[in-house]
């Protein structure tokens, strides 16, 4: 082996061990809290401040789990955010892609003025459009309801059409002229070609999209104000206010953990699509 080849294996296994151990300590900054918070659900709350810190409980409290249920609606809650996520993750989808579609493979004019003026509405921040929109919704009586945080979900993503056109635009445009051929429309050829092929991209978009919905707190803050139609999330939040003299963490963990579980479920069922469809779409153009 020449000095030249056995110099590059070093530095390539330099360039590894790097990158190994940033993920390491990537992976351990969002492990640390979660399992410190499953920690905490299972405690007494006489424990929670022990020192040195007890990670692993004794005695098991699995009473937290119950008492939960009976110091907040937290079951209204997750029913709330349930609605809301499972509504905008379904049909928000399912117009992102038709979307998508049309960006990609569809001919219309002004079609790339059109694109670049809706991914030009990604730079504006949510608190520059929150004022106009409570102004809308109370003026037609949305304010106190789920439908603030459902409607313009429904309506399409931006950051999904985006990243579905990516993906779309990688899809041979034969597909098109073979459909065409064979007698198939437009929505046939979407709904039979295209959206099979785009499931990877669609199942690591319905992950992020799931998240950012379940676990949206200031829309649901600004939008709703009763506990009917509160969220998980404002649920969990007033239990800072619940108890007069000082917060019972073994119960916010507790909930916490309730609320978390089906976002990291969906996620352990996802994640080969997830990791699939970042590394064949994300970076064509």
């Given amino acids: 082996m020449s000095k030249r080849s056995s110099s590059a294996t070093v530095k390539r296994r330099g360039l590894l061990g790097l990158s190994f ?4 300590l990537g992976a351990i900054t969002m492990v640390v809290p979660f399992a410190w918070m499953v920690s905490t659900s299972l405690k007494d709350s006489k424990f929670v401040y022990s020192f040195p810190p007890q990670w692993i409980p004794d005695p098991v409290d699995w009473q937290n789990f119950a008492e939960i249920w009976q110091v907040v609606p937290l079951g209204r809650g997750l029913l709330n955010s349930t609605i809301v996520t499972v509504t905008v993750v379904v049909v928000g989808s399912l117009t992102s892609s038709m979307a998508a579609f ?3 493979k569809l001919t219309f004019p002004h079609k790339d003025k059109v694109f670049l003026a809706l991914l030009a509405t990604m730079m504006i921040p949510f608190v520059v459009t929150v004022i106009p929109q409570f102004v809308v919704y109370a003026r037609i009586g949305w304010i106190d309801t789920l439908w603030p945080l459902i409607v313009p979900g ?3 993503n931006v950051t999904m059409i985006f990243f579905l ?5 990688g899809l041979p445009s034969e ?3 073979a459909a065409r051929i064979d007698g198939a429309g437009i929505p046939r050829t979407f709904v039979s070609i295209f959206l099979p092929l785009c499931a990877p991209a669609i199942a690591a978009n319905v992950i992020i999209v799931f998240m950012n919905v ?4 200031l829309g649901p803050l600004i939008f709703t104000n009763s506990a009917e139609n509160s969220t998980v999330q404002l649920v969990i939040a007033s239990l800072s206010s619940y108890y007069e003299e000082q917060t019972d963490f073994p119960i916010v963990m507790a909930a916490s953990l309730i609320a978390i579980l089906p976002v990291v479920l969906l996620f352990i069922f996802c994640q080969k699509y997830f990791v699939s469809s970042f590394a064949l779409s994300g970076i064509k153009g």
Avoid at 21 to 24: A, E, I, S
Avoid at 165 to 169: A, I
Wanted: hydrophobic share 45%; charged share 15%.
């Fill in 165 to 169: 056109r990516q993906y779309m635009t």
């Fill in 21 to 24: 151990t940033g993920m390491l």
């Fill in 102 to 104: 049309a960006f990609a």
């Fill in 154 to 156: 429904t309506l399409g």
């Fill in 175 to 177: 597909l098109m002229e």
């Fill in 214 to 217: 379940w676990n949206d707190y």
